[in-house]
Every structure is written in C-alpha cells, then in structure tokens.
C-alpha cells in the first residue's frame, strides 16, 4: 500500500526558533501534498496544498511567510514553522496525494503526523 | 470553514451494537471520504463514496450518500472495544479534503 512518512514524530523547541518537518512518500510519486494541523480535540484544518515544483497554496488566514513549504521532489515535501511560538503548538500532519491516477477524485494517503511543542 | 458537518460528535454505545455517524456538507463534490484517527495518531483511510454512488460496503462498514441532500453517513456494524477512535468525513472539494469536526466514538466491552 502507499505509505507516508513523517519526520520528526516528536520536537520540543524553544520560542523563537524555526522547525523544519519532513513529508515523504516512500513507495509513490506524489505532485501534490497537503499539510494540515490538528489542535486537541478538534478536526484537522487545511493549511496548504503543496505541488511539487511550484509554490504552494495557502488557505486563507494561514500565513505563508509564517509556514514555508517546499516540495523539491516528487517524493518529499517540508513545512517549516519559522519564528514559532507557543501558539504554533499543534499535530502537524502531512497527505499525500499520487501523480497520474486521475487527480482530483483520488485518495489521499496520510502520515503518521509530527506533534510540535514550542515552549 | 469545515465542510464537513458530523452528528453526534460523541457516540457511546456497547460490544456488538451498530455505531451510526451522520455528516453534512453544503458544496458540490467529487467524492466523500470517512477516517478514523485513533487518539493522537494519524489517520487512516476506512472508505471512498464518489458523487454518483448511493451506498458503499466495506467489511463492516457501510456508507451512503445523499447528494440531494448534501449527507453522507457511516455505519459500523457489530462494533468492537478496538473500533473506538474518532470519525471523520472528508468532502473532496476539488481535490481538496475538507474535515467535519469528527465523531468519538467509544465502544464499552
């Protein structure tokens, strides 16, 4: 079956500094990923859809300059949380998408998420 | 704004019972999606119901969907201590999944 990784599970960081979490694809080719993030107890909220070699699309309200995304490859795309603060603490949680199977309608399939505490 | 609406968004019920979930959603879509997340984990794909499909079975699920009215529901059947977790539509909106608040679900053995 398709399978996505996320990296790091875990990361505790201080107020201030930058975190970079990793999506990757490990047996697909994905053009576009999503990145989405899950308070306690609430439902996952879309942030962006990331397409592989072009910019992402952000959702309103999410601050791009906030949470950069890049997605290099078709197999991994990053968010990286810049300047984070402890109201960025939430489950970070990554989808995948895979290429040449008709789009729009198709499954996606999701990673483990990254819980992110900043303290 | 969430797309998807659920009802109730919690669910208790006995081993053996039949758990019914019920979401809402107020956009035309190519497709409608059901997740379970089991507590802070990831999500994993339990079933795929497009636009032009009334009813879909998966082992001991069963969803339907009225397009007419917007609704889509999941059922499980014979429900185990194992099945509890949380429940979440997901209306593709032009390739985009848009979640409902989700449903808790608790299965008492």
């Known amino acids: 079956g398709a399978v996505v990784s996320q990296h790091p599970s875990r990361v505790i960081c201080k107020s201030g500094t930058s975190v970079k979490i990793e999506c990757r694809s490990l047996?697909?080719?994905?053009?576009?990923m999503f990145w989405y993030r899950q308070f306690p107890k609430q439902s996952l909220m879309l942030m962006a859809t990331?397409?592989?070699?072009?910019?992402?699309?952000?959702e309103q309200g999410v601050e791009k300059d906030k949470f950069l995304i890049n997605h290099a490859s078709l197999t991994l795309s990053t968010l990286t949380v810049t300047s984070a603060h402890p109201e960025d603490s939430s489950f970070y949680i990554c989808s995948a998408r895979a290429s040449g199977s008709g789009g729009r309608g198709n499954e996606q399939f999701f990673g483990p998420g990254t819980r992110l505490t900043v303290l | 704004s969430q797309q998807g609406e659920e009802d109730p968004q919690a669910l208790s019920i006995q081993e053996g019972e039949n758990a019914t979930m019920n979401c809402s959603y107020k956009?035309?879509?190519?497709?409608l999606q059901w997740y379970r997340q089991n507590s802070g984990r990831g999500l994993v794909h339990l079933i795929l119901i497009r636009s032009n499909e009334r009813e879909k079975h998966s082992g001991r699920l069963r969803v339907t969907l009225d397009t007419s009215k917007k609704s889509s529901s999941l059922l499980i059947t014979a429900s185990r201590a194992a099945d509890t977790a949380s429940y979440f539509c997901?209306?593709?909106?032009?390739?985009?999944?848009?979640f409902g608040q989700g449903t808790e679900l608790s299965v008492k053995p």
């Open positions: 047996d697909f080719q994905a053009t576009t």
């Open positions: 997901a209306p593709n909106q032009g390739g985009k999944l848009i």
């Open positions: 990331s397409n592989e070699g072009s910019k992402a699309t952000y």
């Open positions: 956009t035309s879509i190519n497709n």
